[in-house]
């Protein structure tokens, strides 16, 4: 029998769900039959606040990316989450004064990685449509570079481009004599330059920068101000969005493997009752709804659409498997590491036992140079530093299919390859050759996101061969003008989530904002915006 209230289905406990769940609860109390069915044990999503050793970290979204006008930001500041008596992951902020060390322990002058650290900067900026302070032929050839890379589309060939542009035009007769060890000067530069498309690799989550598409880019959109983290943890936002919402609303333990649609007339309805939406789930069970907000990630969905998975029934439209299979997914996960204490509070000759904030040079294309213990799937890890100012706790970000390798690591695996390779980079370092033990690690944990079947992925992107257009396309309800007769059922599924955000997607406050807008179109469907 149909509910009198029209029955709204989220699926998903995530940002976007919960935002959109907290909107339609708060703003119409009485005239929805409301649910969240969430298919893991917990709540938040790809927000997911823990400890290890004692510390709080984040194993999934870590900042609020710019303070001026972010929702999140609004929603930790008004709940009093940004501060804390308990030290937590980033309290010290972005890496600052790192040390830089080439492979084989070579200490790498700041000035001299500055240079290349500004230059990438640079690219970045224009990439980004920013505007740049510095003048003079280099950036005059950036600019060029990025005129003519547009046609190609790659963030990654931008990048490569304006690196060789920029040793055409310093053209250092000297460079390669100032290297050190079995470095060149221009091989460091080339290393230098790496360890940043590394970084880039992880804020994106493109594997490979070749992948990300240079138009989009100027199209994302950052909030000013600064990138905090969140004291009391990113899950305190979580948290406060279900504070409102009555018990039993969210249902944990509830994986969605079959929606079944009506594209096409009211008529085809009969066979579920007079319901436009069926929802099976994994346990056996169905469900029926009028409407139903999909927040699945970008991965599921991708998955979602293969024959052999079939999550929508009928198929989705080829507007929107097109969006879905040409929009860029990626893998990054975080490495969380325990360095011993077994050179607690030592001091030699006035050096400071305390790990770095250590940034990693890795040899690039010579591989005879290469030290062969230092296992792959480091080498493209940019660096490996404190959560927070003389923390035990060190933190590594890695992506694309190193990430996916770290994942099927065991944690000695991982332990005696970050081992040998911080032996190596620190085995000329003024501290730990003066006498102070070499840093050892106890314990490891590493974030598994790729593997995990509830979200296989990180964040998405726009990958080259695709457009900003395909977020819209991916955000738009069914069924549609294009998908079905004027007799449809309207708004039956409506899709939220950072990958359905135009300007915003990859973001915790692009997932935020999805859910809002998909919650107001049900509100604005029923006439009731403003209650």
């Known amino acids: 029998m149909v509910s009198e209230k029209p029955r709204i289905v989220i699926i998903g406990a995530g940002m976007a769900g919960l935002t959109a769940a907290n909107k339609l609860y708060t ?7 409301l649910l969240v069915v969430e298919g893991g044990t917990r709540i938040g999503g790809r927000i997911n606040t823990s400890e290890f050793c004692g510390d709080r970290i984040e194993l999934g979204a870590t900042w609020i990316h710019g303070i001026g006008g972010s929702p999140v930001h609004k929603i930790a500041q008004e709940i009093n989450s940004l501060e804390s008596e308990q030290p937590w992951e980033c309290m010290g902020g972005i890496l600052e004064d790192p040390l830089t060390i080439a492979e084989g322990g070579y200490e790498l002058n ?36 990025a005129a003519l890379t547009a046609g ?14 920029y040793w055409r035009i310093t053209n250092d007769e000297n460079l390669d004599v100032n290297g050190v060890g079995n470095w060149s000067g221009k091989s460091l530069q080339e290393a230098i330059f790496a360890m940043h498309e590394n970084t880039q690799r992880t804020f994106t989550s493109a594997g490979n920068l070749h992948t990300l598409d240079y138009n989009a880019e ?12 969140i004291a009391k943890g990113y899950l305190s936002v979580i948290q ?17 493997v079959k929606i079944e649609w009506q594209p096409e007339t009211k008529k085809n309805m009969e066979i579920n009752n007079g319901w436009p939406v069926k929802l099976h789930f994994s346990d056996g069970s169905t469900m029926y709804a009028d409407h139903v907000i999909v927040t699945v990630s970008l991965g599921v969905l991708k998955q979602g659409i293969r024959q052999d998975s079939g999550l929508f029934s009928p198929s989705l439209p080829s507007f929107k498997t097109g969006a879905i299979s040409r929009l860029g997914y990626g ?8 360095v011993s204490n077994s050179n607690e509070d030592q001091e030699i000759n006035g050096c400071n036992p305390k790990f770095p904030l250590l940034q990693m040079v890795f040899h690039q294309s010579d591989s005879n140079f290469r030290h062969t213990k230092i296992p792959w799937w480091i080498r493209r890890t940019a660096s490996l530093s404190p959560i927070y100012s003389n923390s035990r706790v060190l933190l590594s970000w890695l992506a694309g299919k190193e990430a996916l390798h770290l994942e099927s690591l065991n944690d000695e695996e991982i332990l005696n390859g970050v081992s040998t390779t911080v032996s190596n980079l620190l085995s000329h370092n003024l501290c730990y050759s003066a006498g102070i033990p070499q840093p050892k690690f106890d314990k490891v944990l590493r ?3 790729g593997t995990d079947p509830l979200f296989l992925g990180s964040y998405s992107y726009v990958a080259v061969g695709s457009s900003c257009d395909d977020l819209d396309s991916l955000a738009e309800p069914l069924p549609n003008d294009s998908s079905s007769s004027s007799l449809s059922s309207p708004l039956q599924i409506l899709f939220a989530g950072e990958a359905t955000h135009r300007t915003h997607y990859s ?3 692009g997932a935020y904002f999805s859910g809002l807008r998909e919650a107001n179109r049900l509100l604005k469907h029923y006439n009731c915006i403003g209650v």
């Open 110 to 145: 700041p000035s001299f990685v500055e240079s290349i650290s500004s230059l990438f900067k640079n690219l970045m900026e224009l990439a980004q449509g920013k505007m740049i302070d510095e003048d003079g032929e280099i950036v005059e050839r950036m600019k060029q570079a």
């Open 218 to 229: 100027s199209e994302y959109k950052m909030f000013p101000g600064e990138e905090i983290t």
């Open 240 to 256: 406060s969005l279900t504070s409102v919402l009555p018990a039993g609303l969210i249902q944990l333990g509830l994986k969605v």
């Open 152 to 165: 190609n589309l790659s963030v990654g060939s931008f990048l490569r481009q304006g690196l060789d542009a």
């Open 27 to 33: 703003s119409s109390k009485e005239l929805f039959e």
């Open 331 to 338: 893998v990054v996960d975080k490495m969380f590491l325990q």
């Open 447 to 449: 974030t598994k996101w």
């Open 507 to 509: 973001t915790t406050h």
